[in-house]
């Protein structure tokens, strides 16, 4: 049973557009989220988090919004740049130090 | 550049026959993670060292163990491969075993199982 879920397996966004990506999770246990990006042949690298108390944090074109009520985040990537065209990989965990919980990932191709 | 690194990269082996898998890091964090990730599912978590203390998910199959000798290093050991071990095996690092606590990744060991 997945607890948390990316239903889209791949996003083509041109670039200098907003790229979205959504990740959704049943456990309402999950107090803390996460995004990884993945370059082929590379291991997934940090990208940014939020924690519950927050709906939103944002790094540069980075920003990750969350929705508790409704179990759902997304990653807005803007301007999106061909560079970003990776996998993406949504996270969570719930408190007490359990293990991170990976989504399936979304592969995001940026057309220049 | 303190990194993560996985040996070999790929690794091909029978079915039955036991196989090692490497990880070492320069990070010198207390934590060493094994992930399972099987082609388009997520990376799921086998078990993790906190120092020298081991800690496995209720779900690994005993057919996987892993080593720490010391903090640099860690193996991943599967006792005898079958079909469904086919996979990439990732290793990822942390200061602490807290999910606020970045995990570092390494390039991954893709398993091929004959």
């Known amino acids: 049973d997945q607890q948390v879920k990316q239903n889209s397996p791949s996003l083509s966004v041109q670039e200098g557009r907003i790229s979205i990506l959504n990740c959704d999770y049943t456990n309402s246990m999950f107090d803390y989220f996460l995004w990884y990006k993945k370059y082929p042949a590379e291991g997934p690298t940090f990208l940014i988090s939020?924690?519950?108390?927050?709906d939103k944090n944002e790094d540069g074109r980075f920003t990750v919004f969350l929705n508790k009520s409704a179990k759902h985040l997304s990653l807005h990537i803007v301007p999106s740049q061909p560079g970003d065209s990776a996998v993406y990989f949504c996270a969570a965990s719930a408190p007490r130090n359990t293990p991170l919980v990976f989504g399936k990932g979304t592969r995001l191709s940026v057309i220049a | 550049d303190a990194m993560v690194i996985q040996n070999p990269r790929y690794q091909v082996t029978q079915f039955g026959k036991p196989v090692t898998l490497s990880c070492s890091q320069t990070l010198n964090h207390n934590v060493m993670y094994w992930y399972q990730q099987k082609s388009s599912q997520a990376p799921k978590l086998l078990f993790h060292?906190?120092?020298?203390?081991?800690?496995n998910e209720a779900d690994t199959p005993d057919n996987f163990q892993s080593r720490r000798p010391n903090t640099s290093f860690c193996f991943l050991d599967i006792r005898s491969p079958g079909l469904g071990d086919a996979a990439m095996y990732l290793c990822?690092?942390?200061?602490?075993?807290?999910?606020?606590?970045?995990?570092?990744f390494g390039p991954g060991t893709r398993l091929t199982v004959l």
């Open positions: 060292y906190y120092d020298k203390d081991f800690n």
């Open positions: 990822a690092t942390s200061r602490a075993p807290t999910s606020t606590d970045t995990q570092y």
């Open positions: 939020i924690s519950s108390i927050k």
